[in-house]
């Protein structure tokens, strides 16, 4: 499996950026892709997570209401949308997957981890 995330940026405080992740590899037709954040010192937290096949998702109560998390089956490809940032939503940002279907963003569950892209809110 190969996770590719992409669509990191600079971006003043309350833009908007949209970040990728292409999913490769799967021998199942159903999974669950994650999208996680580690800012500089801090440890890494969940931040969106949706099933392939029916689209539920969940968020974290830090970027609910500001991010929205969707699905391209077709493509194989998941989308965060990013709206009124924060200084504070500077990170990097990884796309993570696993095979148990339960949805939610306790990272040990999660088997397969993509490279990281920097989001960078700041004026």
């Known amino acids: 499996v190969q996770l590719q995330a992409s669509g990191g940026g600079l971006v003043q405080p309350g833009g908007s950026l949209r970040l990728s992740c292409a999913a490769s590899g799967f021998t199942s037709d159903d999974y669950v892709i994650g999208w996680f954040r580690q800012a500089p010192g801090k440890e890494r937290g969940g931040v969106s997570s949706i099933r392939r096949s029916d689209g539920y998702k969940v968020y974290a109560d830090s970027v609910r209401g500001r991010f929205t998390i969707s699905r391209d089956n077709a493509k194989t490809m998941v989308f965060l949308q990013m709206n009124s940032l924060k200084p504070e939503d500077t990170a990097v940002y990884y796309c993570?997957?696993?095979?148990?279907?339960?949805?939610?963003?306790?990272?040990?569950?999660?088997?397969?981890w993509g490279q990281g892209t920097q989001v960078t809110v700041s004026s």
């Open positions: 993570a997957a696993k095979k148990v279907l339960s949805v939610h963003l306790l990272q040990y569950d999660y088997d397969y």
